[in-house]
Structure formats: C-alpha cells, structure tokens
C-alpha cells in the first residue's frame, strides 16, 4: 500500500515556474515508476510525465517536453514535478500515481495508487 500526497500547486502568471511535489509513504517507493497526470474541467484526465523507478529514465507529453521536467528522490520518497515556463493550458488539477511493472506509463489505468491532486492555476 502506498499513500500519495501532492504539494506545491497555487496561482501564478503565464511564463512563471511551480514545483509539484509528492511524497510517498511506505518503504518499496523506489520500486514503483512515477507519474504526473493532469486533468482540467471538462477534460479527461491526460499524462504529463512518468520517471523510471530508479530515476535514469523519463517520459513525457510532447505538450510538456523542454518545459516541464520529473525528477525523484528515493532517500526522501519523493517524486518533482518542476514547470517551467507555464502556460494557461496547463491550468488543471495535478496528480501523482505510481504504478509496479514498466509497460503503460502513460496509462492512468496501469497506475495503481494516486494522490487527492493539487491545484495550478496560470493567468495569462
């Protein structure tokens, strides 16, 4: 079982930066890959990026890519999300999950636990 609680979401202007934060409870963090996953109103929920369990490899949304960048840190069962620049597009509820096994990284349904998500919010 793990238990996932994201931090960092707020308000901040078109081409500014925000560091997502989730952290892990359990002791088999390091074994699960890592995502992020977004979800704006009246959409469905979409992947943004997944890192590998032991943080070498990443993956991202061609919407994301050069912007936004994943990074973990086993020690602290932590998994970032940092963005930037941000665009009112990537206005949306933000959710960390993690998942066993390597095939459907960009599959929510492959994902086996999710953080309750948190908010970002880009003004333009």
């Known amino acids: 079982q793990v238990q996932l609680v994201e931090s960092g979401g707020g308000l901040v202007q078109a081409g500014g930066s925000l560091r997502l934060s989730c952290a892990a409870s359990?002791?088999?963090?390091?074994?699960?890959?890592m995502g992020w996953f977004r979800q704006a109103p009246g959409k469905e929920r979409e992947f943004v990026a997944a890192i590998s369990t032991g943080g070498s490899l990443s993956y991202y949304q061609n919407s994301v890519k050069g912007r936004f960048t994943i990074s973990r840190d086993n020690a602290k069962n932590t998994v970032f999300l940092q963005m930037n620049p941000l665009k009112p597009e990537d206005t949306a509820v933000y959710y960390c999950?993690?998942?066993?096994?390597?095939?459907?990284?960009?599959?929510?349904?492959?994902?086996?636990?999710w953080g309750q998500g948190t908010q970002v919010t880009v003004s333009s």
């Open positions: 999950a993690a998942k066993t096994g390597n095939p459907g990284w960009n599959i929510s349904s492959r994902y086996n636990y």
């Open positions: 359990g002791r088999t963090f390091s074994s699960y890959v």
